[in-house]
């Protein structure tokens, strides 16, 4: 087990398009402040990025989880946009695009990034890029269903799902509300849509573990919940639980000592960069020498993980995800 490499399952990639990169961002999301802010997290200037290329978001990301004592790998997301009627890419509704073969490409160079594919399964050849990313080695199908215009639920996406399953490629599929972005339809975020995947046999990673918002008059952690005793094929990811946004969610899923194996640890990075994730929002949870301890921390990788078993994270959860994915290129 102390061999077994410590995967974070959840951290994203960007780019505005510079050095030939495909990545596309959206109006909307170019005008917010969010933009200024992420570029921020991400260690980057959009100056920078023009002279280097996107590649450069890539690259620091990589070196500083190389610099992590505790974390080896990351699982890298690509981000397929919104599809319009005609199976073609909305630009006008697509607030952040990130292509596989950009993705794929970077984690080409940089061994401890993992290929996370995307792929919105409107697309008319969806299930051609479905294969193509699979033989490139993608390690799990990302989804952002309230922002890019997925209804997991709608039946035609099961030529998709039987694909999915036969591949034994998992779909981590955003769970909860989504605020990352300047709009998102939370409904089809709902963790009840994703039963229909979980009926057709995929290995399915709710991320967040739906730990906030409702649908239907009632929580989406607790419909998670009742999907979790339904099928042993769902799983979560534990992506930005320690957030300001989110305190005691962490705690409330560790309640379920029987879903541990099913668990996997995840930062959301770079989330964890903007201050959201700070330990001093744990005062009253934890010691304030611990804190100060944890605060002390410079990487994000080291100081989220080290974060997380303070809270009571069992160590032999952070091994889950080396079991989990497909082809993990270890």
């Not at 990639?13 to 933009?35: E, Y």
């Not at 046999?201 to 573990?209: Q, Y």
């Not at 409330?252 to 541990?260: A, D, G, H, S, V």
Request: positive net charge; glycine residues 6%; contains cysteine.
């Amino acid at each position: 087990m102390q061999d077994t490499p410590v995967i974070d399952i959840h951290c994203h990639g960007a780019g505005i398009g510079a050095g030939h990169s495909g990545c596309r961002i959206g109006q909307r999301m170019r005008r917010s402040w969010k933009f200024r802010h992420y570029l921020k997290a991400f260690g980057v200037t959009a100056n920078e990025l023009e002279r280097e290329g996107d590649i450069l978001v890539i690259r620091r990301l990589s070196t500083q989880l190389a610099a992590s004592n505790a974390v080896h790998k990351a699982v890298l997301f690509a981000l397929d946009g919104v599809i319009d009627a005609r199976g073609q890419l909305d630009e006008a509704r697509t607030e952040l695009y990130i292509p596989n073969t950009f993705i794929k490409q970077a984690c080409q160079r940089h061994p401890n990034l993992l290929f996370g594919a995307s792929v919105n399964p409107a697309r008319p050849d969806a299930l051609d890029c479905l294969e193509r990313a699979t033989a490139c080695g993608a390690v799990l199908m990302k989804w952002l269903p309230s922002v890019q215009g997925i209804d997991p639920a709608n039946p035609s996406l099961i030529p998709f799902y039987q694909r999915l399953a036969a591949l034994k490629l998992p779909l981590l599929s955003h769970t909860g509300n989504e605020e990352s972005f300047t709009r998102a339809d939370n409904t089809l975020a709902d963790p009840e849509r994703l039963r229909l995947p979980l009926e057709q046999g995929v290995t399915v990673i709710a991320a967040h573990c739906a730990s906030n918002g409702r649908n239907d008059r009632q929580r989406n952690f607790d419909r998670f919940l009742t999907l979790m005793r339904t099928f042993p094929n769902l799983h979560g990811d534990l992506s930005a639980l320690t957030q300001i946004n989110r305190l005691g969610h962490l705690q409330r899923i560790l309640k379920y000592p029987e879903y541990l194996d099913r668990l996997h640890y995840g930062t959301d990075m770079p989330l964890p960069r903007t201050g959201l994730t700070s330990p001093w929002f744990q005062l009253g949870r934890l010691p304030l020498a611990t804190i100060r301890k944890l605060a002390a921390i410079d990487n994000p990788w080291d100081q989220d993980l080290q974060l997380k078993l303070a809270l009571g994270l069992p160590a032999r959860v952070l091994h889950n995800t080396h079991r989990l994915l497909r082809r993990p290129s270890l």
